[in-house]
């Protein structure tokens, strides 16, 4: 049994599946978990292919019942919890003026309020993990449009600030319990979720390695060097 465990939300494909694999390959029991169960039995594979420990767990983000279980699986599995990535997340472009509630009911329900629920079923195992080794982590995929509101992605822009607002209330009830709290808010990653974009190459994205390589930092900084976000932005993007 692994020394150390991670739980990816969104962990399927893209940045999430990213993360994963390099928690996974420094030695980190990883329970990961996304909507479609087919996808992630598949990413699963291919990690577990490559003799990662790696738990699959499918669980829908909007779904309470499948966060408690989702949470209650992993303590089960891997009995500890040091590192937990809410990345599961979804964009839905449209004007204000034309938008469908329940295509703004769901990027709240799965950008928020699952990273919200998440957070609270996991928090009492990270603390643990905290008082222990003093380096428990949280980390939340925000994104730039959490910084700079973005037209045509409103509620996608609200949800991603207001995760960046819950990651440093977050912070500040967690600080003596050894957990750090982290929120990455990049511009255009090299995933699917970007494959509408026409213009810029997937080349010329920031890519998942590097928000992994990101995480890798935070887990070797010391205890007293709190990232509250870091941003990661493409040349010539707006600062
Ligand atoms: N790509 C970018 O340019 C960019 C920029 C800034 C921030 N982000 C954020 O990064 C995160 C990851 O996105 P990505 O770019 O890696 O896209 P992606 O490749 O499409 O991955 C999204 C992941 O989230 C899962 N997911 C979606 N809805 C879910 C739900 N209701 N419950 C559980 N899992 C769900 C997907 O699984 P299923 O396919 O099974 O639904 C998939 O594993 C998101 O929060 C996104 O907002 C992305």
């Known amino acids: 049994m692994a020394d150390r465990a991670a739980l990816v939300t969104g962990g399927s494909s893209g940045i999430g599946l990213a993360i994963a694999r390099a928690l996974a390959e420094d030695g980190y029991g990883v329970t990961l978990s996304a909507r479609t169960p087919d996808k992630l039995e598949e990413a699963a594979k291919g990690l577990t292919d490559a003799g990662l420990d790696v738990h699959a767990v499918p669980a829908n983000m909007s779904e309470e019942d499948g966060i408690k279980s989702l949470a209650a699986a992993h303590q089960k599995h891997y009995g500890r919890l040091d590192v937990l990535v809410n990345n599961a997340g979804i964009g839905i472009g449209g004007e204000i003026a034309e938008a469908e509630t329940k295509k703004l009911d769901l990027q709240l329900e799965v950008n928020l309020r699952g990273v919200y629920l998440m957070s609270r079923e996991v928090i009492p195992a990270l603390k643990e993990a905290g008082r222990e080794t003093n380096k428990a982590l949280i980390v ?28 440093q209330a977050m912070q500040g009830e ?66």
């Open 140 to 167: 939340n995929i925000s994104s730039i449009a959490g910084k700079y509101g973005q037209p045509w992605l409103a509620a996608y822009s609200a949800t991603k600030a207001a995760v960046v607002a819950l990651s």
């Open 174 to 239: 967690l600080a003596n319990d050894g957990v750090q709290v982290t929120a990455f808010c990049p511009g255009f990653v090299a995933t699917a979720m970007t494959d509408w974009v026409e213009g810029v190459a997937k080349e010329e994205m920031i890519q998942p390695e590097d928000l992994a390589e990101a995480v890798r930092f935070l887990l070797v900084t010391s205890p007293a060097c709190i990232v509250p976000e870091i941003q990661f932005v493409r040349p010539g993007d707006r600062m």
